[in-house]
């Protein structure tokens, strides 16, 4: 049975420009190639979900400008429900300026514009709304109140929320322990722990302080190393797929988006996992954000059984 999968979060436009090289600090670069693309945690993350075939409800807010307009286009477009995005006057759509070397890894800076002025008040709705089956998937690119308040809502509910806390913002623990999933990569992993991630020992250890402070599941995303898994009773690594990877900027958006979906399907998390895992490997290789991301019928006949089936 597919249930509603509800994403709380930013929506962006990416200005994307390749160059063999990341600059350092005061150094400039030529750079190659210059794109426009859709993009935001929270929008990357619901157009993922929805094309590896969740039922999709988008929250956010955008600008009253032509960004946002073209936004709402496209997210129609992919098949996501959009009655609840807002339109904020007087302010611009988010706007992400993003550097990607010819390795695929990236540096990103981001303008939040109307993401910032999202209010409790545009999701109270779905503490009426929200039952037991349903999925919510936030980050922390939008105020950290309204992510308390679905956090809190969602643990009333007994709603499985999913928090990829990115980017890092400081949570209190009477917070972090009604989470349902936690996906940190290596970097918000030392945030949130002060462990630094560098083999599976420290990943456990890191994994196990989270766990210690409340929070059911928590899945560290660690890039070409794979996804750490552990809960209270189980623990898994997951090798990530061999691919040549050419635009990492949406890798981890797909995992979490993915994840989201599986989760929606009822399938089991070490199953949703590797589901996001293929998807997430099959992202890298292409370049941009929602473009890169891939739709449930190019994952291998495995992966869409697991929702399917």
Known sequence: ???????????????????????????????????????????NQAVAASKLGGKVTFICRVGDDSLGKNSIRQYEAQGINTEFIGVEENEHTGVALIMVDKKGENLISV????????????????????????????????????????????????????LNPAPFQILEDKYLKKIHTITPNITETKYLTGIEINNINSSKLAAQKLLDKGIKNVIITMGSNGVFFMSEKQMAHIKAEKVKALDTTAAGDTFNGALATAFSFDVDIIKSIKFSNAAAAISVTRLGAQDSIPKINELDKKFQNYVYS
């Open 111 to 162: 303008s939040s514009g109307a993401n910032s002025k999202i209010k409790i008040e545009d999701v109270s709705f779905l503490e009426t709304k929200l039952t037991n089956e349903d999925i919510v998937l936030t980050q922390l690119e939008i105020p950290t109140n309204v992510v308390k308040y679905l956090i809190n809502i969602c643990s009333k509910k007994n709603v499985k929320l999913i």
């Open 1 to 43: 049975m597919k249930n509603n999968i509800y994403v709380i979060g930013s929506s962006n436009t990416d200005m994307v420009i390749k160059s063999d090289s990341i600059p350092n600090h005061g150094e400039t670069v030529i750079g190659g190639n210059f794109y426009t693309f859709q993009g935001g945690k929270g929008a």
